[in-house]
């Protein structure tokens, strides 16, 4: 992959994939090999009803307690 996408449920989906595959073992260090700081992804995701999930390395749908 050589950009991280702009439609939210493709980075979702692609963001969590590359969490938990261990290509990447945090957020920052994904976001900042695509020149993205975590911030501006973590803010851009909340827009769409995306948090992020520490606990678990994985964006989640807000209100997801599952």
Do not use: T
């Amino acid at each position: 992959m050589e950009y991280l996408p702009q439609d939210p449920a493709i980075l979702v989906s692609s963001i969590n994939m590359l969490l938990r595959d261990k290509e990447f073992d945090s957020l920052e260090s994904l976001c900042y090999s695509f020149n993205r700081e975590p911030e501006e992804v973590k803010d851009y995701l909340l827009q769409h009803d995306y948090v992020f999930a520490e606990d678990q390395l994985q964006f989640r749908p807000v209100g997801y307690d599952g």
